[in-house]
């Protein structure tokens, strides 16, 4: 096997604001994004070296260096660059020299043939969160990940690749932060000194560019802010796709859906959304409907509206081979899919059995894809499942000759999910006019927030997976993607009663609140467990609604920061030695005032970790001391949650449907605390984008402990609150203190307490 190295540096240049070193193997190209974010991209094949599915920035144009005879040095307000000259190594520090990451200098940059792969010297308290949907610990040093966008069926607690690439890390040292997002979409590696003697960490790909950006926030939530600037943000998701989600492999008819819908509502279990797994297709044909069992699909959807549901129906990229099926001729017709090097469509099998694939990476495929939801649109659904977009194949070996565009299968594969993705939102949202349509998919690289959330796939019914599950979550949610969910009470297999249970409580505190199952699984509704399980169930469910005033106001932020829904507590405690402990890893804060302690189902004590600060049980308000463990009841009825002191907790009534007028008041939680706190509280119309003209409501709410008040901004944006009576109730406070109900009005509000 050939090995290069990238050896000593033969020139420097500047121009456009972009350095150039080149050395006798490759060109080394640097640009500044901002203060914070700078690129270094090593390439050996300079024209194609600015491609990217994930960035929607430019570089600033401008680059601050100087040169001398061993170095050049790049400054930026937050950040200091250093290179080495011979041989070239790029080190990052603080503007006050604090070394962040650095290359380790004997191996730094090196090639094996194709494969690039880049050594970093590994920091002796360093420790690493990130890497999107991967499975294992929290703090990922000593272990080691492949990004290969797979169908993992079946997969354990131990399964490495899953189904989606984010390939970013954060580095955790020395009370110090950074983040590293390598931008290469070939099969990709991470290894924090899996198997080295702790001597360094490396990255790498099989082909392509060592191209990365490089973050030097000193916060968490800043590095994440500057990830989801560089690469996009969610938009405001529709306010139904945060309700309670009911789907199942498959539901058989239109009769069944509408039968478990109207279940819901017999049996007072809020929902907002049924689903059509595969099987309310004609023969697994994408955009078509079984003439039978679904024979009136807007009779049907109609019937669903009626009962204030909303329909997601599931769509896979796999087009049947079946002349006289309409995907499929004018697919071939036009030349729409994936090929072999000599122009004949790649053929695969999949649920449909023999198949063509879309090549999403074209323009008019996409525009293609996306017109042909009118399908779907026309009799009513809103929402767009996108699944086995890996793409999945019997048998998971799509040959590397297969072409897309004028790319090979393994240069693409990470972002086929993606661009299926893309294409859906795009011909939806053109489609749907104002509406916003809801995209989930199964496979992402990064950057796909902007056009979908994701589900963590073929999850198994057991307690592991259970808390794998949060931990997946969060830390898709530190990589960029906060809109996640994963199938609660496990797709294969069935969970016993408590585990159903104890996951539709964990499900409360999941940015997306989905129940699904495999085919011929139990029947896994609220009501399959017995009365008094349907009661703790729907308790769940209730709270959800409870605190969609919240949820709403957290995905918001989401939209403007990057903030996930759901974050690991290592986003505010990066340098908290105890929240990487097995016991407590899984644990998570639901925006800024809840923790959530995850607890698997056959116990019914838990030991927690809360950090510094002042805490209370959500529900009892008994309080807690943080900066230690403690152990807790955990009685299925009640998993553990805490508010942290000074929590504000915007909540509403119980309603049966995200379509339901609810009683008109706003209840403001707020948790005794001695520091000042504050929570950005928002509203809309909840289903167009009126908002970015200006229809909303936001306002500030400030719980101001020292001069004993709640006060809340005068409303900002033109959209009028769906309230009109604000309620605070207090908890933590004096015995005895209460507040009375005030009109909500857009004004400031300034309440005693
Ligand atoms: C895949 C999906 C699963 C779906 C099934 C049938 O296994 O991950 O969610 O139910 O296909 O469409």
Redesign the pocket.
């Known amino acids: 096997m050939d090995y290069k190295i990238l050896g000593n540096t033969q020139s420097v240049q500047q121009a456009a604001g972009r350095l150039t070193i080149t050395t006798a193997e490759a060109t080394a190209l640097i640009t500044v994004y901002s203060p914070t974010v700078i690129r270094v991209n090593i390439t050996r094949n300079v024209q194609d070296a600015d491609a990217s599915f994930a960035v929607i920035r430019e570089p600033l144009g401008q680059i601050e260096h100087q040169e001398t005879d061993t170095e050049v040095i790049v400054t930026t307000d937050a950040l200091t660059l250093r290179i080495s000259k011979d041989p070239l190594r790029f080190a990052f520090y603080t503007p006050d020299g604090k070394l962040l990451s650095k290359d380790d200098e004997r191996f730094g940059t090196s090639w094996q043939n194709s494969r690039v792969i880049n050594h970093r010297e590994l920091n002796p308290d360093e420790r690493f969160i990130g890497l999107g949907e991967k499975v294992g610990d929290l703090n990922r040093r000593a272990s080691s990940f492949t990004n290969w966008n797979t ?1 993992a ?1 079946d997969h354990t607690p131990k399964t490495d690749p899953l189904y989606e690439t984010f390939p970013f890390f954060i580095g955790i040292h020395s009370g110090l932060t950074y983040g590293l997002f390598l931008d290469n979409t070939h099969k990709s590696y991470f290894d924090f000194a899996a198997s080295c003697d702790d001597q360094f960490i490396w990255l790498g790909a099989d082909d392509g560019d060592l191209n990365y950006y490089f973050f030097g926030a000193q916060t968490v939530p800043g590095i994440i802010e500057d990830l989801t600037w560089l690469t996009g943000r969610m938009e405001m998701p529709p306010l139904w796709s945060l309700g309670y989600q009911q ?4 539901y058989m008819s239109a009769n069944e859906v509408l039968d478990v819908a109207s279940k819901f509502r017999e049996h007072n279990v809020p929902a907002d959304v049924m689903y059509c ?2 099987d309310y297709m004609e023969g697994f044909k994408i955009f078509t409907w079984n003439q039978e069992t679904f024979a009136d699909p807007k009779a049907f959807i109609d019937k669903l509206k009626a009962m204030n549901f909303k329909l997601v129906t ?1 769509v ?1 990229p796999g087009i049947k081979v079946e002349k006289g099926y309409q995907q499929y001729d004018e697919g071939v017709e036009k030349g729409y899919f994936a090929t072999y090097p000599n122009g004949e469509n790649y053929i695969g099998e999949v ?1 449909p059995g023999r198949c063509h694939f879309p090549d999403f990476f074209r323009e008019d495929v996409r525009e293609w894809w996306g017109a042909a939801f009118t399908a779907l649109t026309d009799p009513g659904v809103e929402g767009f ?1 996108n ?2 977009n890996e793409p ?1 194949v019997w048998n998971q070996n799509i040959p590397w000759i297969v072409k897309f565009g004028d790319k090979f299968m393994p240069e693409v594969r990470n972002v086929y999910g993606m661009m299926m993705a893309k294409a859906t939102y795009d011909g939806t949202r053109k489609i749907l006019g104002n509406k916003r349509p809801f995209v989930l998919t ?1 496979a992402a690289y990064t950057g796909t927030q902007r056009f979908s959330a994701v ?1 963590t ?2 999850n198994t019914a057991t307690d592991e997976h259970l808390l794998l599950g949060a931990r997946l979550v969060n830390s898709l949610g530190v990589s960029g993607m906060a809109f996640v969910g994963v ?1 609660i009470g496990g ?1 294969s297999g069935n969970p016993t009663p408590e585990m159903m249970v104890r996951w539709n409580s964990l499900g409360v505190f999941t940015p997306m609140y989905r129940n ?4 011929d699984s139990d029947y896994r509704e609220p009501w399959q467990y017995g009365e008094q399980n349907l009661e703790l169930i729907r308790h769940s469910i209730e709270q959800r609604y409870r605190l969609l005033p919240y949820l709403y106001s957290l995905f918001y932020e989401t939209t403007l920061t990057g903030m996930p829904v759901c974050r690991t507590l290592a986003i505010d405690h990066p340098h908290d030695a105890a929240i990487y402990y097995k016991d407590y890893q899984d644990q998570f804060m639901f925006g800024p005032g809840l923790l959530v302690a995850p607890v698997i189902s056959t116990v019914t004590t838990a030991k927690v970790y809360l950090p510094c600060g002042d805490w209370y049980r959500f529900g009892s308000d008994e309080r807690y001391t943080g900066g230690q463990e403690h152990t807790v009841d955990a009685p299925l009825s009640d998993m553990p949650v805490f508010a942290k002191a000074g929590a504000i907790i915007p909540m509403q009534n119980v309603i049966q449907s995200t379509q339901d007028a609810g009683d008109g008041v706003l209840t403001l939680h707020v948790w005794s605390g001695n520091d000042m706190t504050d929570l950005v509280y928002y509203e809309d119309d909840g289903h167009t984008y009126n908002y970015q003209q200006g229809q909303k409501h936001v306002r500030t709410i400030t719980f101001d402990p020292a001069a004993g008040k709640l006060i809340l901004t005068a409303a900002e944006g033109s959209f009028t609150s769906r309230f009109h009576t604000l309620e605070v109730t207090l908890h933590g406070f004096d015995a005895g203190r209460s507040v009375q109900p005030v009109n909500y009005v857009n004004d400031e509000i300034v309440i005693d307490l």
Not at 247 to 250: A, F, H, I, K, L
Not at 516 to 519: A, D, L, V
Request: glycine content about 4%; overall charge negative; aromatic content about 20%.
């Open positions: 169908d069926s789907c199942r492999w498959s797994d595969i599931i896979d649920w499942w699944d086995m999945a199964r589900w796939g073929d199938d797709f699904h199952s495999i085919k």
